[in-house]
């Protein structure tokens, strides 16, 4: 949808998806934080 | 009866031409009230048969562009629940006995949480929300809100919207009209904001024919016709019943909007049986309950 018009809902949309991935870079964050406590235990 | 015919088939091209934006601009100018003063406005001759030929017509067009809407937006609504159910299960996973996190990890958590808890108030609101609203770019230059606009605006902007030209040609365009138009009838613009629109769409014509060198306005006023024609045409009406016909035999409804995008070759396709019998795409399809007809033909990852 171009951007020149975008209903209130869907914009609500986005902000949401926005949110969403920020919720996935944390959640990725704490995954790379196991991975690297897993592979210094191993050590 | 003319008139509801025309706006129809502006509505549908601009719908041809993935012109989402304009189509749904168009469907809040075509409110309740625009559709009930229009059909109050016909010729006092027309007969029952043909109203009610005509209200169906609205009222299968009126749903077509609202399907566009919906579809869009219950898309990104399912995307979005679908992530905040995922992401959700994993707080719980991180959250269970014996996962050792470290301080770091319990602060993206905790973070997380907040933000999760945030989604979950932005999606309870969501769905209490009333009635979706626009604003366009259009009708912001115009200066213009939606309870100013006539159903006038409704053809005369889809006529002037037809071919994707830019926003300061489609407001110098129409601004010619309302002079010519001024001068023709001696009447003020709000005289033009009401007569019906089979008074309004002859009148257009003639107004671009001052113009036979300017490619745009000729090339808005060609394909206006062009989907008059092809709209009023019985090879048309013939061929919609037989999909409808179709589509509501497989348990599914037609989405009217896209039926003007088919080429030839496909219109030829899906009249034939085997093609109904043969298509797994539409079955796929149904599984949202409305389909696109130029969804059949294009490939799976579309979606």
């Known amino acids: ?43 | 009866m003319f008139n509801k015919k025309q706006n129809l088939g502006c509505f549908f091209s601009l719908i041809k031409t993935n012109n989402f934006s304009l189509a749904l601009e168009q469907r809040i100018i075509f409110n309740k009230q625009d559709i009930e003063s229009s059909f109050q406005a016909l010729p006092e001759n027309i007969t029952k048969d043909n109203l009610k030929n005509l209200k169906n017509k609205v009222g299968k067009f009126d749903e077509a562009v609202d399907t566009v809407l919906q579809l869009k937006e219950k898309e990104m609504l399912q995307s979005v629940k679908d992530k905040f159910n995922t992401y959700n299960e994993k707080v719980k996973e991180l959250e269970k006995p014996g996962n050792d996190l470290n301080n770091q990890q319990k602060l993206l958590l905790s973070e997380v949480k907040i933000i999760l808890k945030e989604l979950s108030e932005d999606l309870s609101s969501f769905a209490s929300d009333k009635k979706v609203e626009f604003k366009s770019e259009y009708l912001e230059k115009k200066n213009m809100t939606m309870d100013k606009i006539s159903s006038y605006s409704l053809f005369k902007n889809a006529v002037f919207t037809i071919n994707k030209f830019n926003v300061n040609f489609l407001i110098e365009l129409e601004s010619k009209f309302i002079d010519w138009w001024n001068k023709k009838t001696n009447n003020s613009i709000e005289s033009l904001e009401k007569i019906p629109n089979h008074v309004f769409y002859p009148s257009f014509q003639e107004f671009c024919l001052q113009y036979p060198k300017d490619k745009k306005i000729q090339k808005t006023l060609k394909t206006a016709n062009k989907i008059m024609t092809e709209i009023l045409s019985p090879e048309f009406q013939v061929l919609h019943g037989h999909v409808s016909k179709k589509m509501k035999e497989l348990g599914g409804r037609l989405h009217m909007s896209s039926y003007l995008i088919l080429s030839q070759e496909q219109k030829k396709l899906i009249k034939s049986e085997k093609f109904w019998t043969n298509c797994s795409q539409i079955k796929d399809d149904l599984n949202i309950n409305i389909i696109s007809l130029d969804r059949i033909f294009q490939p799976k990852n579309h979606k």
């Open chain 1, 1 to 43: 949808m171009p951007n020149e018009i975008k209903s209130k809902k869907i914009k609500k949309l986005q902000a949401m998806k926005q949110k969403l991935d920020i919720v996935e870079e944390k959640l990725k964050k704490i995954d790379l934080i196991e991975k690297i406590k897993s592979n210094s235990t191993k050590q």
